[in-house]
């Protein structure tokens, strides 16, 4: 049998990766024929072929050990062939399909518990407290707690039938009572007991328990006090690693997400983990472990058809449960794939509040959200309906176990088979005792299921490689000594057939201002992001005072550079707080310093609240100067070697960009600067222009000596000069 195992494990193997590269569900003929063959096997080992009593009936303990060793065999191998019948195949990832997909949006028919074990070995990190010797008492405590908690589920009913027992009245003429005691018990003249000690004991062991099925007692509620700090430790760990590995994903990646779904399925995702610690670890296993409990101790004190009624209920229970899950698996994904689209279009709505007004598109937006809605609650609906229809299946199934044993215990009772009425209120207590919590195992295993479901998108996020990551073996304690910057033969692109730079080479000495312009699309703000390492070049290098930026830690190279982007994006916090963000340990007094240099600091005292005047979402409180100046003295704050302007000023007006333009000179004084421009007057005074077309450098010198060339510099020149002298002409 052991060779049998051996070759269903190599079937199994080479089924997943060589013959299920598809969709379809259900194991290989050859494959199922084999389980069959197992499973009829175990069947057989019923019929006793030598005698003509059961083969279960022998009294002696070989065999009922035996028996008990056959029952797990026979579940093991009905649990594997009912999974065979079920099991999805490995669906073919297309090569083609884009890496970018946003999260949620994938529907599969392949199981939830496809790659389980790969999920729990990226879990299990967060869930033993490696850095807390505290916790690591608390959990094993709590696993001890679980221990003596399967005790008393046994003694409770065993108690009660003690107690029931000593109350048994015989067939005898009623007569004076008179009392004896011996030996701690009290002898009635009427042969009952008062057996004040079983009583004790089972109130104890009922206070122990809480309400009846470990849901309030005195072991459930020290467990619950002490697995709070684990919770709270494990929930914290994977929120900040899976903040600490988004922030560490490229720009690429966040440019092609949609921050609502990203944040939904972060949110999900770590609020899943505590349901699924608490449903696997404290309700699907002790359960599993009362049942096993359960089989033994009929099996020991009453008779194998006790135990076989409470095998074959608990396996009906848990294939239909587990298939009917299975199957509306499907409805439950696609109900978080529409809920996902909910959220991102809310949103995205409320994200774009300006634009919606400026278009009078409140009632689309409304229309739109609504109908995001309509659509989720259907998908809900079919949901629910589904979870009924698993619910009536498993009332119908407990039900029945139920009667049977309550019949055969009632009839052994009846027919003075050895059972006493004492052992009928044990059953009767101890199945209700253990179907209580079964019956809730629908509810364990879906919550399990969705938490899977849940965590199906943060472990992609987990698993997205970092495209950008540190190199190995980094230049440690790097820092700026002078800031000369080159590119050597640089070359890159977005994606292949559509190249954004081509073998680029220029050379920034120590605080020297160059200056890029040109057409849109030509390559100039890639430049400025390859220097800030968001992307990694394709060809070439790009050194920092002769150092290349692969070679230095990204943290230690981005402190070095400040950029003051075009399109300024504040945190919804105060002014304080966006200045300081340059600098988090700065001062006020610095702070207020910074926004002096950036001529704002006067501005900010004229608000109500001064520095603490909040700035709304994404900054949309202050105007489009406003916001220009904070990053301007924020970058100031920061005090940077490196300075990247990139089109600082195109977004704003002729009259606020000449105001800021002596802002931004404060900030390039005695920097090394690099310089994106779409206006050509604000670059008059840098050591050297570059004018990029279609990834190429076709002309550089300084602005004299590229209006002498009369090329396509001179040409922008003049169709920005004579707009510009459009411009003055319409305000006169």
Not at 227 to 235: L, S
Not at 455 to 484: C, I, R
Request: net charge neutral.
């Amino acid at each position: 049998m052991f060779v049998s195992w051996i070759f269903v494990l190599y079937l199994l193997r080479f089924e997943r990766n060589y013959r299920l590269r598809n969709s379809r569900r259900g194991h290989s003929f050859v494959l199922l024929l084999l389980l069959s063959g197992i499973l009829i096997e175990r069947l057989l080992a019923l019929i006793s072929w030598s005698s003509p009593q059961w083969w279960f009936k022998s009294k002696t303990k070989y065999i009922r050990v035996e028996f008990i060793l056959w029952s797990i065999r026979l579940s093991l191998s009905t649990l594997i062939f009912i999974l065979g019948l079920v099991a999805p195949g490995v669906p073919l990832t297309n090569p083609n399909e884009d890496y970018e997909q946003l999260p949620g949006n994938s529907e599969t028919s392949g199981s939830t518990w496809q790659g389980i074990w790969k999920k729990l070995k990226m879990l299990f990190p967060y869930l033993w407290p490696k850095k807390s010797p505290k916790l690591q008492i608390c959990v094993i405590f709590c696993m001890l707690l679980l221990v003596v908690g399967r005790i008393v589920n046994l003694l409770n009913p065993i108690y009660y039938k003690k107690i029931v027992d000593s109350l048994s009245i015989p067939n005898i003429p009623k007569q004076n009572t008179t009392i004896t005691i011996v030996d701690n018990t009290v002898l009635l003249s009427n042969n009952l007991a008062f057996r004040w000690d079983y009583v004790c004991i089972y109130v104890g062991l009922r206070f122990l328990q809480g309400g009846g099925f470990g849901t309030m007692g005195l072991l459930n509620n020290i467990r619950t006090l002490l697995w709070i700090w684990v919770q709270q430790y494990t929930t914290r760990e994977v929120e900040v690693s899976l903040f600490s590995h988004l922030h560490g994903l490229s720009l690429r990646w966040h440019l092609g997400r949609k921050t609502g779904q990203v944040l939904r399925v972060v949110d999900r995702g770590t609020n899943s983990i505590n349901s699924l610690l608490n449903y696997i670890i404290f309700q699907i296993l002790p359960t599993f472990a009362d049942i096993i409990i359960a089989i033994v101790y009929f099996l020991m004190a009453f008779d194998a058809w006790f135990a076989i009624i409470v095998f074959v209920t608990m396996m009906f229970y848990l294939a239909a449960t587990i298939m009917v899950t299975e199957w509306r698996t499907k409805f439950r994904r696609k109900m978080n794939t529409l809920d996902n689209e909910r959220n991102a279009r809310a949103v995205d709505s409320l994200l774009n509040f300006e634009t919606v007004k400026y278009y009078g598109a409140e009632q689309f937006e409304i229309d739109s959200y609504k109908d995001s809605i309509i659509n989720y609650q259907k998908a809900e609906w079919i949901s629910q309906a589904t979870l009924n229809i698993l619910n009536s299946i498993q009332n119908v199934i407990i039900g029945a176990g139920l009667l049977v044993g309550s019949l055969l215990c009632v009839w052994y009772v009846a027919a003075r088979k050895g059972l006493t009425v004492g052992d009928y209120v044990l059953f009767s207590t101890y199945i209700v005792q253990l179907y209580a919590p079964l019956n809730w195992f629908g509810t364990y295993y879906r919550t399990i299921q969705q938490a899977f479901i849940d965590m199906e998108n943060m472990f992609e996020l987990l698993s997205e490689d970092k495209e950008v990551t540190d190199d190995p073996n980094p230049e440690m304690d790097w820092v700026v000594t002078k800031g000369g910057v080159s590119f050597e033969n640089v070359s890159f692109h977005y994606a292949p057939e559509k190249p954004i730079l081509r073998n680029i080479s220029f050379t920034i000495l120590p605080g020297q201002t160059f200056a890029f312009v040109g057409p849109s699309g030509g390559g100039k703000s890639t430049i400025i992001r390859l220097i800030f390492r968001f992307y990694d070049v394709v060809d070439g290098t790009i050194k920092i005072d002769g150092t290349e930026i692969k070679k230095i830690k990204q943290s230690d190279l981005r402190k070095a550079i400040g950029v003051v982007p075009q399109d300024t994006v504040l945190f919804n916090n105060d002014i304080k707080y966006n200045i300081r963000y340059g600098r988090t340990n700065a001062s006020d007094i610095d702070v207020e310093k910074a926004a002096q240099s950036a001529d704002i600091h006067e501005k900010i005292m004229a608000f109500p609240e001064k520095y603490e005047t909040k700035v709304g979402e994404r900054g949309l409180k202050l105007s489009g100067g406003e916001k220009q100046r904070v990053a301007i003295a924020r970058t100031i704050l920061k005090a940077p070697s490196v300075i990247l302007l990139d089109e600082a000023t195109s977004a704003l007006d002729t009259q606020t960009e000449r105001n800021i333009q002596s802002s931004l000179s404060k900030v390039c004084e005695n920097r090394t600067s690099l310089i994106v421009a779409h206006r050509l007057s604000t670059i008059v005074n840098a050591d050297t222009i570059m004018v990029l077309d279609q990834g190429e450098i076709v002309e550089r010198g300084s602005h004299e000596e590229l209006l002498e060339l009369e090329g396509k510099y001179w040409k922008m020149w003049q169709e920005q000069m004579t707009k510009r002298e459009d411009d003055d002409g319409d305000d006169t």
